[in-house]
Nanobody
Framework: QVQLVESGGGLVQAGGSLRLSCAAS????????MAWFRQAPGKEREFVAH????????DYAEFVKGRFTISRDAAKTTVYLQMNSLTVEDTAVYYC?????????????????WGQGTQVTVSS
């Protein structure tokens, strides 16, 4: 089992920044990749960013490219999401997830473990 705990959410003005963290515990020695998703009220959960666990390659949704950066620590137990130039449209609950090993890394069904989510609210 893997446990994921997000932190770092909060209220920020448009144009501001936040850094989300996701701490993994349990069976963290596997090489499965991790990602951030988000879900706004009344909308489906959507892919935000992905990072591979071996080479650290990254992938981003088009709407966050150039503004968000996903990274992981050297111990590979924590993944981060640095969010800059936030807009009201970025308001959502942000979830980190650990991929089960197969499937499209942009698809939520490819992830076996999820955190509880952290609320990000951007005010105008």
């Amino acid at each position: 089992q893997v446990q994921l705990v997000e932190s770092g959410g909060g209220l920020v003005q448009a144009g501001g920044s936040l850094r989300l963290s996701c701490a993994a515990s349990g069976r963290t020695f596997s090489a499965n990749s991790m990602a951030w998703f988000r879900q706004a009220p009344g909308k489906e959960r959507e892919f935000v960013a992905h990072i591979s666990w071996i080479g650290g390659s990254t992938d981003y949704a088009e709407f966050v490219k150039g503004r968000f950066t996903i990274s992981r620590d050297a111990a590979k137990t924590t993944v981060y999401l640095q969010m800059n130039s936030l807009t009201v449209e970025d308001t959502a609950v942000y979830y980190c997830a650990r991929r089960s090993g197969v499937g499209d890394p942009r698809a939520s069904w490819a992830y076996a473990y999820w955190g509880q989510g952290t609320q990000v609210t951007v005010s105008s």
